[in-house]
């Protein structure tokens, strides 16, 4: 909220330095985002008044001005604008002024620019006359006439030879505040006073809303009004006026609204505008002739209408969206957009003006609906006091009459089925000072609520609170314990540390996640986070197959965009994506980990069921150095770490996430903990990744459960341990880890571990064809193994293998 200083002081006095008033306000729970200084940066600047416009001798598209800055003689400018006259008053900067730019048709300079005389094709130029823009003013809120051209200033108040930062009244800054949801009132330089007034103990003083003259004719005379969704629209109210005379505002509203962030337009529409700023409740101005039947309906749309806004853009409605129609058609969206056939021209001599309130719901679903916020549908959707509708009706009905744009006629027309009750909330005394900390007296208590226009009683202990209708955040003790403590000043509040007996600490999965985490990095690897909203096309790059319980996604009722339209259901994809970025920034090798939850919905869940939400582990790796070797073995190690006693490595050839032949399923028993392998090479490209990448997905939850971290003891051996080492040469489709349970098997209780320390490929080994070699080490608990007794197991182990598998043992 942009709250001007110079019109804030209409309402209440500030009594103090700007900033101290900012810290006061900071301090009693208004957030500040900025304060802007206008008039920082210009100097040398005047008004002028132009005496004569002659041509150019040199240039057809420049003229020579000879203008009144207040001085003996005229000052002689050359420039190219074309929408002066005699007569006018602009804004001069003279020679050796300093302006903030930026200049037309030049970047800005962020020191600003100084001006000086010099010759434009061969005629002296004194100076340069100045747009907007030129002083600083952003376009979007240059006066509609004046954008794209000199700044004409039409005011009797400013005289040539006044200082610019004067005439103009822009000595004061803008203070731009942050306001929370839950204080819509403060969206308005009413609600800023009353805090402002609040905090520093002035009065508040507010607009003045009767006219000094009305017209005999009344309002009703003209239009009747029904709403047929009171649900939607708890109150309408409008009023007449005639004899309009569509002209430029007044430079203090045009200030006003300027430095408030919104372009001037003409008289009408400004002052719609500026009762929208003042007391936060939007207003629309009919002309009355586009009005059919005289009558205002408010109703929702029907599906598939179609209907054409200010912007001139068609707009495609629905039932959810409310619409203010005359007899025959709609005329408006309600709280969004007026409609192209019912806006105000230059020939318009009577208006309809609309102060309603609507629902904040409908107006939110409505404007995410069309894809269109505004100004208005902002304030709608945060929600507005329907007793504002018929101050803020005759405030824009005074200002009228008071810019002499139009004649206000008798009364109003004001549906008002059920008018909002002020929320009455019984505070106890006692209760505000436990929670704040201190002792506040309740007499204290009292004033600090009735500045901030609270109604109180008390009884003993208890104060019985009536929050004014606009301030809606106001219902529970709670909330009035807040309003004392801010006006109090939480700065005041002395500091204590929380008082309590109970120790924090990690939950056993949490120990766990740590405990894993710590594992893996242990191992090199380095965690990351990605998105958990991603792109439902994101499975598609993983060759996920279609019917895959990887595509349940869980949908965004109201995403971003169709990239974060869903909730992720692995997490491979997300490792791929920042796989392929290290790998485009030339990162020669990378280890990643991510431990994070994912997302399945349940087919046909029905309420209150929900998503299946579990977490999930997946490893990433790629460099020089690393292979399905390196991946298997820190996946061993993080599963031993892990507390899974045997885990088990299976063949798997249908999984298209990896290459065919280099994937393993993960296993337990009859559990399946995951998948890892060498990522499919189509999967890489899909990344722009043109080398080896390795991966693993695995089930945390299902990891978690079948984990066994209990710690055992087991004494040093007493005895030696004996090993033997073999190659055998076995057929390329013989998987390693049947090999091993074979030898397991086999060779009994003697058998300490089996290790594979190779696998070769190559010369001596027939095509078809691989070698593995083992490590078996053999111990005994009670006594020192024997050769012979060594022998003959292993020798039993071979022929195990040569009778099963036709392995031939390779000489080492």
Known sequence: MLVPIKWLREYTDVNVPVDKWVDGMVLSGTNLESVEYWHKGISGVVVGQILSIEPHPNAGKLVVCQVNVGQEEPVQIVTGADNMKEGDKVVVALDGAHIPGPLHGKPKNPDGEIIRAGELRGVVSNGMMCGCQELGFPDKIVPVRDKDGLWILDDECFVPGT???????????????????????????????????????????????????????????????????????????????????IAQSPWWMQRSLMLAGMRPINNIVDITNYVMLEYGQPLHAFDIRTVRGGKIIVDTAKNGDKFTTLDGVERELSDSILMINDAERPIAIAGIMGGLDSEIEADTNMVLVESANFSGDCIRAGSRKLNHRTEASGRFEKGIDPNLAKDACDRFCYLVELLGAGTVLTGDVDCYPEPAKPAVTRVRASRINKVIGIDIPVQQMVSYLNALEIKTEVDGDVITCTAPTVRQDLHIEEDYVEEVARMYGYDKIPVTLPKGSIAGGLTAEQKYRVMVKDTLRALGFSEIMTYSFVSPK???????RENSYFRQFV???????????????MLLPGMMEVLGTNMSRNIPAVRFFELGNTFIDVPDRKEPELPTEKY????????????????????????RAAGIREPEYRAEKFDKRFHPGRCAAIECGIYSLGAMGQVHPEVCAAYGIDQPVYAAEIDFEMLKELADISVRYTPLPKFPAMSRDFAMVVKEEIEVGKLEELIKKTAGDLLESVTLFDVYRGANIP?????VAFNLSYRAADRTLKEAEVSEINTGVLKALKDRFDAVLREM
């Open 767 to 771: 095509e078809g064809s691989k070698s």
């Open 616 to 639: 999930s582990l997946c490893l990433g790796l790629f460099g020089e150095k690393e292979n399905f070797y390196t991946l298997k073995g820190a996946v061993e190690q993080l599963l």
């Open 555 to 569: 949908k965004l009722i109201n995403p971003l965009g169709e990239d974060t339209s869903v909730m992720r259901t």
């Open 538 to 544: 994101a499975v598609d790059k993983v060759n996920e």
């Open 163 to 245: 200082d610019i930062v004067e005439a103009l009244g822009i000595e004061e800054p803008t203070v731009d505040f942050e306001i929370t949801p839950n204080r819509p009132d403060c969206l308005a330089m009413l609600g800023v006073a009353r805090e402002s007034a609040a905090t520093f103990g002035t009065k508040l003083r507010y607009p003045e809303t009767v006219c000094a003259k009305v017209a005999p004719e009344e309002s009703k005379d003209y239009i009747q009004v029904e709403i047929r969704k009171p649900e939607l629209c708890p109150r309408y109210c409008c009023r007449v006026i005639k004899d309009i005379k």
